[in-house]
């Protein structure tokens, strides 16, 4: 049994980021979370498979871009660590996320943004969209331990406003990345964007991702262990857009947004830690969910570089080693 204390913190940290209401939810998304605009949602997975969720934690929401951890997953176990390096890079681009942006050798920065996502979304294998979309929610469904599946509703919004994305899979195309017709590469991408969650779902996803690739609800293996030490680390490199470097400083764990307002920060071997809430920053960040994490990471101690004496000299106060 978890600790009741997590329910509590949880309970009472999100009050403290419900006084950070300002921001304005995405703006193509206004119809679709119309009665939205102030949910707050946070959920913890452990890797002992026990979830425990606070405030509106049972409500859906679209992934969006938190998909693009998942397809990157699904790309590197499909393909192996060498053919995805080939056509997408690991190093943060500091622009915003739909940058027209590559590296000089036509590669996107990284996988989390949206050149990169498309990039990725276009080395799932097979014949066909609905063959690839089939396999991304198998894995995306895997990892959460219960059957997802794609909002039309989102879908449609996704569909009126994606002439930058149809942009990027353009640019990646005229440099011979894409193998696929783009315009079905965009609407992979939009598809996968799409795919709607709880919190409790997201944290059981991220509690995986913990596990070094292993469903701790359903004890199933979803990926090898490279393959989540690789996404892991993107993760916290280039995450948060062009705010990764205050994230990782502020609070220093592995951690993908989306602009419906989902958070997904990882422990690794500890938890998956998931948030919704829709209003957002000028990086396409949700403010509380960034004001959430960062409260749990101080009160939980979550910090994945901070320094902690090894157990064996644990009650020694000073920074010395004998
Ligand atoms: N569907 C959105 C887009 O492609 C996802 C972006 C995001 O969540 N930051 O623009």
Redesign the pocket.
Known sequence: MTDPRVHEDLVATLEEAREFGWGEPADYLRDVQRRDHDALAAAVCTTDGEVVGAGQHDRTFAL??VSKAFTYAVALQECGLDRVLAFIGVEPSGEA??ELSQLDDGRPFNPLI?AGAIMAQGLVPGDTLEEREQLLLERYSALAGDDLQVSEEVLRA?QVRAD??FALAHMLASSGMLTYDPHEVVQGY?RQ?SVEVTTGQLAVMGATFASGGRNPVTGERVFEERVVQQTLSVMLTCGMYDASGSWVTQVGLPAKS??SGAMLGVVPGSLGLATWSPRLDSH?NSIRGVELFRRLSDRWDLHVLRHREPLSQAGDDGATTH
């Open positions: 969006q871009s996320f739909n949206n996704e930058r994305n939009l964007c989306g602009v396409g």
